[in-house]
């Protein structure tokens, strides 16, 4: 029988750094790494439903709202295939629970992913850093900018770490992507304590 995969999910707020890391962890990890997340996620939509999976806190597209269920379930039941399949996968993604009504998504996420093993990994990131990043790459105006945050970064900060169940949280503010890859290979190496964050918010 084949043994799955090790799934490490980074989540955080956008601008983060997570990327970065999950491109660190393709380059410096053993075996093969699918990188499945946001970025993935959305490609696939049209313009249309966009933001897709990266709708922002703050119920500002609550039309869109009713399809986000489905489409995180779409990505974790991929995520649940290529794991089973042998395959190691590493996910950005920034959860959270802000829309104008709560769809507790992440704790149905965590049930499709029961039985597998999943290092949920809080990928911390300061204002300052996050708002450099952004002014710096505004990828067309998708990414707000501006000399101070605006009011739709700010909420991403504290409502992408709500409930903050996490096996590690990293600081990519006060390290590089490969620091931070290096720190999840040693948790991943120590072993992971149970119940596991994920465990724990199936369990929710």
């Given at each position: 029988?084949?043994a799955?995969?090790?799934?490490?999910i980074?989540?955080?707020?956008?601008r983060?750094?997570?990327?970065?890391?999950?491109?660190?962890?393709?380059?410096?990890?053993?075996?093969?790494?699918?990188?499945?997340?946001?970025?993935?996620?959305?490609?696939?939509?049209?313009?249309?439903?966009?933001?897709?999976i990266?709708?922002?806190?703050?119920g500002?597209?609550?039309?869109?709202?009713p399809?986000?269920?489905?489409?995180?379930?779409?990505?974790y039941?991929?995520?649940?295939?290529?794991?089973?399949?042998?395959?190691?996968?590493?996910?950005?993604v920034g959860?959270?629970?802000?829309?104008s009504?709560p769809?507790?998504i992440?704790p149905?996420?965590?049930r499709?992913?029961?039985?597998?093993?999943?290092l949920f990994?809080?990928?911390y990131?300061?204002?300052?850093?996050?708002?450099a990043?952004?002014n710096?790459?505004?990828?067309g105006?998708?990414?707000?900018?501006?000399e101070?945050a605006?009011?739709?970064?700010k909420?991403?900060?504290?409502?992408?770490?709500?409930?903050g169940?996490?096996d590690l949280?990293?600081?990519?503010?006060?390290?590089?992507?490969?620091?931070?890859?290096?720190?999840?290979?040693?948790?991943?190496?120590?072993?992971?304590?149970r119940p596991?964050?994920?465990?724990?918010?199936?369990?929710g």
């Amino acid at each position: 029988m084949q043994a799955p995969g090790q799934i490490v999910i980074l989540n955080g707020a956008p601008r983060a750094g997570k990327t970065s890391i999950a491109r660190a962890i393709q380059n410096q990890f053993d075996g093969v790494w699918i990188n499945l997340g946001v970025d993935a996620c959305n490609a696939m939509l049209p313009s249309s439903l966009l933001p897709g999976i990266g709708l922002r806190p703050g119920g500002e597209r609550p039309d869109l709202e009713p399809l986000l269920p489905s489409l995180f379930a779409a990505l974790y039941g991929a995520i649940n295939a290529h794991a089973r399949l042998g395959l190691n996968v590493v996910v950005d993604v920034g959860h959270h629970d802000g829309y104008s009504r709560p769809l507790g998504i992440l704790p149905a996420c965590a049930r499709q992913l029961s039985g597998l093993p999943v290092l949920f990994v809080g990928v911390y990131c300061g204002l300052e850093t996050i708002m450099a990043r952004r002014n710096a790459e505004p990828n067309g105006g998708l990414y707000l900018g501006g000399e101070t945050a605006p009011a739709p970064v700010k909420r991403w900060q504290t409502a992408v770490h709500r409930p903050g169940i996490y096996d590690l949280c990293v600081h990519a503010d006060q390290m590089d992507p490969a620091q931070c890859a290096k720190t999840i290979a040693e948790k991943l190496d120590g072993g992971i304590a149970r119940p596991s964050a994920f465990e724990r918010l199936a369990a929710g």
